[in-house]
């Protein structure tokens, strides 16, 4: 198997007429899952109920900062705490994507005088992604 680079590729928020591209601010980006077990319930007779778990997810990136009024963080500013669709695509050589809903949070304006600066941004995941093929239809995992 071979091992592929990340990018170029696509980070796309927002309905599918009015999607906005982010990835070319980004410098990192990544969907990252964290799973919960809760501890085993123990039973008189001995039998254990595993304990549940859950899954979550974020969309976690650095995106380089940008004053002008068509701006990622003003555009996350106007569509703060809103969940939008995302389509994420790692490699545009490659058929995988993946799309989901995410909560848009505002991003931090300012850093360093004289410096480029960046923002760090962490958009929680509304339940877990879907893999996709190139066209938005689910893939069909074997």
Request: proline content about 8%; overall charge negative; charged content about 20%.
């Amino acid at each position: 198997m071979p091992a592929h680079v990340f990018g170029p590729g696509s980070f796309k928020l927002g309905e599918t007429a009015t999607r906005r591209e982010i990835a070319t601010q980004c410098t990192k980006l990544a969907l990252t899952p964290s799973t919960n077990f809760e501890d085993d319930i123990p039973l008189l007779s001995g039998a254990t109920i595993p304990g549940d778990a859950t899954s979550t997810w974020i969309v976690s990136g650095t995106a380089q900062q940008d004053y002008e009024l068509a701006s990622l963080e003003l555009y996350c500013y106007k569509n703060r705490l809103q969940d939008l669709p995302f389509l994420f695509t790692p490699n545009n050589k490659n058929a995988v994507s993946y799309s989901g809903v995410c909560t848009i949070v505002p991003l931090s304006v300012g850093g360093d005088v004289k410096k480029r600066n960046a923002s760090d941004f962490e958009f929680r995941v509304i339940g877990d992604p879907i893999p996709v093929n190139s066209s938005g239809s689910p893939l069909v995992l074997t």
